[in-house]
Each structure stands twice: as structure tokens, then as C-alpha cells.
């Protein structure tokens, strides 16, 4: 059986790390946000395999501000966001992306549909690991 879920990390983002880890640089751009889409399953309703190479999630619907980042283990970045009671209501929410500072993607996730009711808030975790 496939998995529910997959993501990957962005050939930029990527970029970006071998850079600042050979000292090319000395910053990387901070994430920022997670954008949510309705584009990550394909019409047998299964998650899409997201692409390195991704520039824009498939049908981006929505776009918010961190609101908080934890750290479960060292390794590891866990972002928070909450969409509000009033946004995206009657969405099925399948995708998901990291936004950094210049609005470029570093990682990109598909699951199964979830399906947003006006009376809800959904809170979304996303872990960028290392």
C-alpha cells in the first residue's frame, strides 16, 4: 500500500544548504510561511509525488505566516500554522509547501484530501528535517 503522505525538499533549498555548508554564503533565506493547495491528488484520490524542481504548489489556495517553530529533536524544525474559521471553507486541502523570505518553495508535501467546514480551524505542522 502507498503511503498517505509524501514530500520532498526543494532542488533550491538544497542548493542553498551546500552553499552556506561550503561557506558560498552566509545566510539562507528564513522560512516564512506554508502555503496550502488543492492540487496534490490525482483523480484516484492518492497523493502526487511532489517534485525537487516544484517553483508553485499545483493549485495554491492559500498562504500564512508561521506562527510558531519547535524543535522536537535537533535534527529537526517543526513550523506551525493555523487557518482560520473563516478561510478556505469547502476546500479539500492535498498540499502543502514551505515558503522561505524570497517566496521560494523548500519542501513541498502531499497527503489525502482534507476537506476544511466553515466552523473549523485547522492547524497544520510541517518538519523540516536534516
Known sequence: MASSTTNVITRQRRIYLAQISRGAIETIPKITHIAFGDGGV?????????????????????????????NPVETTNRYTVTIPESDLNGKNINEMALVDADGQLAAVKTFLNKGKDEDVKFTFEFDEEF
Do not use: F, K
Not at 42 to 70: C, F, K, M
Open 42 to 70: 490525482g483523480e484516484d484520490g492518492q497523493p502526487l509525488q511532489p517534485n525537487e524542481l516544484q517553483t508553485q504548489l499545483n493549485n495554491e489556495i492559500g498562504r500564512y505566516e508561521i506562527a510558531s517553530v519547535e
